[in-house]
């Protein structure tokens, strides 16, 4: 089987750890599952910055959190950043633009209509949750 390198937009990672059942739920573990997570170090600081919110105290502990981080970076494929690319509309989103092309991704999963619009990248696809949970069932089909 091909190796498979996918994105997961900070969005989709902090919905996937709050509602493991949901359809991000589902496409984080899919994606760990049947393929390499990348990250970069921009990705996994906004991954910190935005779960170290003190919102998220009520859904889970630091120390959870901390310790999902902690198995994410042990889980995932660290990928240096070596091409600036500055095409989104929301400039915060271009690190994903670069890990994908950095690291070859296969696609980038999103919920972000800043990436949305802009699919495919460079020919890497940028789809939703859940059309990357439908392109499983697809796949296995097929």
């Known amino acids: 089987m091909n190796s498979r ?6 969005n989709v990672v902090v919905s996937a750890l709050l509602f493991e059942q949901s359809t991000p739920g589902q496409t984080f573990y899919a994606a760990l599952d049947r393929g390499d997570i990348l990250l970069s170090l921009p990705v ?5 910055d935005v779960l170290g919110r003190k919102k998220f105290e009520r859904y889970l502990l630091r120390e959870e959190r901390e310790r999902f981080l902690d198995a994410l970076v042990r889980e995932t494929t660290l990928v240096d950043i070596t091409e600036n690319i500055c095409v989104c509309r929301d400039p915060k989103d271009n690190k994903f633009l670069e890990l994908a ?17 802009l699919n495919p990248f460079q020919g890497i696809p940028i789809m939703k949750p859940d059309e990357f949970v439908a392109s499983l069932s ?4 097929a």
């Open 5 to 10: 390198e996918r994105i997961l937009d900070t």
């Open 44 to 48: 996994l600081k906004e991954l910190i």
């Open 101 to 117: 092309v950095c690291g070859a991704a296969t696609c980038i999963i999103s919920g972000d209509k800043d990436l949305l619009d």
């Open 138 to 141: 697809n796949d296995r089909r």
